[in-house]
Structure formats: C-alpha cells, structure tokens
C-alpha cells in the first residue's frame, strides 16, 4: 500500500482542495510598509464581530474595506456603525469567499460560530491572508492541528482572541513564576461560573429572509432552522460548539495552561451534567474537569447558575482595583509551595498569598484588548510570531475538548500527546474529529 506523498501529489491535492471551494493557493499576501494602512475585512458581525469591527475600524492604521455575514439583515445597521467612524462605508458580503478574491486584502478577522473557524481560517490562509480568529481556536482537536499546519504553510500570522496573552500584567505574572517567588507549582484551579440565562424551548421553521442557512451550518451536519440553534445560542449545542468551557472557560484555561507553563496532559477525566436548565441546550450547566500533568494537576470548575459569582466587572478592568477574590466566578488560582496566587482575566490584576495567609505581592492589572489587536498588527507588519499564535491557542483550546470528551465518554482517559488523541480508545478517538458536509469539508491536505 502506498503511503508516501510526493511533493508534487501534496500541491495537486492542496491546489483541487482550495479550488472545490473557489479559493486560490497564494500564500502570499501584500508586503506591508510601516506607513501602509493595512486593509481588513470582518466575518461575523452580530455579537463580537460588531466589537471587533468597531475596534479595528477605529484604529488610523486600518481601513476596514469589509463586512460579511450570512444574516444580511444585518448590514445596514453595521455598515452604517462603521461608517460613522471611517466616514466610508465597507462593502458588506454575505458569502466571505468573495473578499478573498481581492489581492489587497490583508488580513480578516473571524468572528464566526465556532464550527467555522478552523475552515474559515484555512481559506482565508490559502489566499493569502492574515487571520484574527475568535477563541475556541476549533470545533475539534483535528481542526486545531489543520488550521496551524495551514499557517505554518502559507507563512501566514494567525492570531487568536484571547486577550489577555497581550496584558503587561500577565507578562509579570509569567515573570514572577518562572523566578521560582511561589515555588513549586502542583496544583491549579481555574473558575468559570456565573449566572447565565435559560435559552427556552423554541420549535424548528421557515429560514428567516435574509439568511443564507447553508452556509451558516457550513462544516455542521444539516438540521432544521431553529432560533435556538442559531444566534448565540448555538454555543450551547454539540454540532457548533462545546458549551461554556470552550465559549468563556477557555480564556481562563488558556491562561491557566501559560501560568503553570505545561503543554499536554497525561490524562483527563470530567463529571457533571445539566443540573439548572430545563430547555434546550445540550451541554453541562454545571462541569468538573481534572487534568494531570507531570508533577500536577489542574481542575476546572463550573457552575452556570450562581449569582453570586461574576465575571470581572467592565468598570473594573481598566482600574487598579482587585475583584473580591472569593466571588470572582473567573479567576485562576495558583498553588505552590511557597505561596498561592489569585489571578483574574481580562484585567484585574493578581495577588500572592504567603504561609501565614497575607498578600506578599499585589499587581494590578488593565484589560488589555486594544494591546491585543495592536500586537497583532505590528505582526502583519514585522512578520513576528504573535502572542497568541494559532499554535499555543490550540494547545489550550485541546483541554476544552479533551475534557468535553472524558464527559461525554463517562470514564477517564489516558492521553497520547503525540497523536493528541487517546491511548486505546476508540470510542473517544471518534470525537477527535467529525464529519462534513458538502463542499464545506476541512480538507486532509491544507
């Protein structure tokens, strides 16, 4: 049996790949000089996408020539927001594949359902074009792997929405760990509960006008219109995302994996289940992860029905002020031997406790969003590795899904670090990757 590529079979199957969805293989994007503004296009402009369309169409730096949405019913709103700012209104799409076509284009921004990043990503790579795609990096772990073999590839920079990875206060976090201050490191906690709304029972119907259903469903296996599996809502389903770890979680998860300093886990296990809600989602309102590491291990905690505990509020991320540590529902907690570090996302700063259980070290710390976009930038221009490169998001984004997998699966799971799949498992090997629907299919070959 044959199971060497040729280089040239390789560039054959890539170049058919992209061309089955009217894409070309560049790879080469615009060479951007320091005075050049770089030219942007957004897909997904609802919830986060509206955010990062204005954040980016703000900046002098930026002309932001695009909007792309499946729902169209959106465009004259948000082209008319971005007007307001640039004074020039974008061209709005509903289908993204036709900015790509455009060889000024340099980079896009995916603000997308999550089961359309790794695809999404990978098209706009094989164009040419940089990426700034929202956290989870992927659907699944196969599509983290693809989307970063397709950077690496394209020699493109990919830059994932996890924001803190650009804070200065993370930067002397990470600084004060590595110096050994909190010792040995054995034990991690990372929080991520709030009290968040019931989506309902809502019945399947008609396709708005307006919406390009097909495409939003994309690489999903084909399902009846259902506002509660469209909108927002989605992430609470299987076949578009992973529920609340991989929607909110993965920000403290991902800062968690930097903190501690750790790749891959040796093995997972997860407990919980659908406690709260009684609608339709699918995923846990309430959810235990345990994960080991050499030497440690890390725990994930969820609860999705606590008002009592809250996200660092908005007016408190650009202060000096620190969250009240016990009802911080997203905070990471850092256990060594020497001392125990409370640690908050998206600003709001840390504090290090000692033996006797007084702060040893306060820092304050500023949410440091438009210091993500900016380090993204610089990148298209320096050609720099980013801070939160597509590499070190999906390695985070992988402990969402492993420990979505051990609970779906209901039993512990030994890991295989070098395939990132599982050691003897068949069963959960099947979540590694899904199926795909026609012409939406993440290809083998990127």
């Not at 993965?250 to 997860?270: F, K, M, N």
């Amino acid at each position: 049996m044959k199971t060497k590529v040729t280089r040239r079979e390789f560039a054959e199957v890539a170049v058919k790949s992209a061309a089955a969805v009217g894409v070309g293989v560049s790879g080469v994007g615009r060479l951007l000089g320091a005075n050049d503004r770089i030219k942007v296009g957004v897909v997904g402009i609802r919830g986060r996408g509206r955010q990062l369309s204005k954040w980016f169409a703000q900046r002098k730096d930026v002309d932001l020539a695009y909007l792309c949405d499946v729902d169209s019913r959106l465009f004259d709103e948000r082209s008319a927001e971005i007007e307001a700012i640039t004074g020039k209104p974008p061209v709005c799409h509903q289908d993204f594949r036709k900015i790509l076509d455009d060889k000024e284009l340099d980079a896009v921004v995916l603000a997308t359902p999550d089961h359309w990043h790794a695809l999404g990503t990978i098209w706009c790579c094989q164009a040419g074009k940089d990426v700034y795609v929202e956290k989870p990096t992927c659907h699944s772990i196969w599509e983290g792997r693809k989307m970063i073999e397709a950077a690496r590839k394209y020699g493109r920079i990919v830059q994932v929405g996890t924001q803190s990875r650009s804070g200065a206060y993370c930067f002397e976090a990470i600084k004060y760990l590595r110096s050994g201050k909190l010792g040995d490191i054995h034990f991690v906690r990372v929080m991520n509960s709030k009290n968040r709304n019931p989506i309902g029972n809502k019945p399947t119907g008609p396709v708005p006008e307006g919406v390009d259903y097909d495409q939003w469903l994309g690489p999903a296996p084909e399902r009846a219109f259902s506002e509660n599996q469209f909108h927002y809502a989605w992430h609470w389903f299987w076949a578009y995302s992973g529920g609340d770890i991989i929607n909110d979680g993965v920000h403290q998860i991902d800062l968690a994996r930097w903190l501690a300093g750790v790749r891959y886990p040796t093995a997972v296990q997860s407990t919980g289940g659908i406690y709260y809600f009684k609608d339709d989602q699918e995923t846990p309102d309430t959810h235990v992860v345990n994960w080991d590491f050499p030497g440690m291990t890390m725990v994930f905690e969820q609860t999705l029905w606590t008002p009592y505990m809250k996200k660092t509020p908005m007016e408190m991320r650009d202060t000096d002020n620190l969250p009240a540590w016990p009802f911080s529902g997203t905070r990471i907690e850092v256990y060594g031997t020497k001392g125990q570090m409370f640690f908050s996302r998206h600003g709001g700063g840390w504090q290090v406790f000692g033996p006797d259980g007084k702060p040893t070290r306060t820092q304050p710390g500023r949410f440091p969003n438009q210091e993500h976009i900016y380090n993204y930038l610089t990148c298209l221009r320096t050609r720099e590795t980013p801070a939160a490169d597509v590499e070190e998001g999906h390695l985070s984004t992988l402990l969402c899904h492993y420990g979505n997998i051990a609970y779906r699966c209901g039993r512990k799971l030994t890991i295989d670090p070098e395939s990132e799949g599982f050691v003897g498992d068949k069963e959960a090997d099947g979540y590694l990757k899904r199926s795909y629907r026609e012409p939406w299919i993440v290809p083998e070959i990127v």
